[in-house]
């Protein structure tokens, strides 16, 4: 494992995103700081060779303060997690910032396309545009498979009128739950589709299960997009449980 130092994140609040997923606020040791993009490496400190990689989700800018990570419940480890509630004794480790698959807000216009918990390293990204009157030269595109697991949808608006292009889409229509409702977009998202948000020189990050990552940065290459704009992060190979 790491050399880089651990320490002891403690929970300051915790709030439900989805049925399945939820955001945590943890108080940042002294001298913390990220790169948008970057994620932790946590552990309990009675298992201590069972390391999990989570996305740091919250505006960098505030990252002496506080971070926030979200998490799906897909297994064991993240389900202890989501279990954690602020002022319990948590036993959770933490390691990090890592991870060099990061936004710096360059000029080029970007395109971020996620599935599922996958959109929550682009929430730093979109913060960190924000701060920096950047938010025109980014389109979101986030997948999920019915709206209830749609992560953040309370701050689309505030991103939009900050000018970032966001759109959503649904990937299972008709497993909608009891009174949820969708209007929008339906289907995954397709190189084609996501090339349109793009244009000369715009870089693609995706984010997410292997699956989409793979099969979305093999479709952008092969339509000609080189593979310096074309960044990748696959957090496993599942199934989309949560996307
Ligand atoms: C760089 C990186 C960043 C990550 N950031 C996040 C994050 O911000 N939020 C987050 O929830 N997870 C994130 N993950 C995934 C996370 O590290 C764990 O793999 C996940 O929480 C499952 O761990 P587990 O022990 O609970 O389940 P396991 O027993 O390890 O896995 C149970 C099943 O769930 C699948 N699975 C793993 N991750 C997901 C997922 N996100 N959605 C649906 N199915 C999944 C696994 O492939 C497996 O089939 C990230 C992974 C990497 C590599």
Redesign the pocket.
């Known amino acids: 494992m790491t050399k880089s130092p651990a320490f002891a994140p403690r929970l300051l609040s915790s709030r439900a995103e989805s049925p399945d997923?939820r955001t945590f606020r943890f108080a940042s040791p002294p001298g913390f700081a990220f790169v948008p993009g970057q994620?932790l490496l946590l552990h309990f400190e009675d298992d201590p060779r069972?390391w999990?990689?989570?996305?740091?989700?919250s505006p960098p800018a505030r990252a002496a303060e506080w971070f926030e990570?979200?998490?799906?419940?897909?297994?064991?480890?993240?389900?202890?997690?989501g279990a954690l509630r602020p002022g319990a004794e948590s036993g959770l480790a933490a390691r990090g910032p890592?991870?060099r698959?990061t936004y710096d807000g360059s000029p080029a216009r970007a395109v971020l396309v996620s599935g599922?918990?996958?959109l929550?390293?682009f929430r730093a990204m979109i913060a960190h545009a924000l701060d920096r009157g950047a938010a025109a030269r980014l389109a979101l595109r986030a997948s999920a498979r019915t709206p209830s697991r749609l992560l953040y949808r309370a701050e689309y608006d505030a991103w939009r009128r900050a000018g970032v292009d966001v759109r959503a889409t649904i990937t299972r229509p008709g497993e909608l739950g009891l009174g949820e409702r969708w209007d929008g977009e339906t289907g995954r998202w397709t190189s084609e589709r996501v090339l349109a948000a793009g244009g000369p020189g715009a870089v693609y990050y995706l984010?997410?299960?292997a699956g989409l990552v793979n099969g979305l940065g093999a479709g952008l290459r092969a339509a000609g997009v080189p593979a310096e704009r074309v960044r990748s992060?696959?957090?496993?190979?599942?199934?989309?449980?949560?996307?």
């Open positions: 997923v994620f069972t999990r990689a989570y996305s740091l989700c990570l979200t998490v799906g419940t897909v297994g064991a480890f993240s389900a202890r997690l890592f991870g698959w599922g918990t996958g929550a390293p984010c997410g299960p992060e696959a957090w496993g190979d599942y199934a989309d449980q949560l996307t």
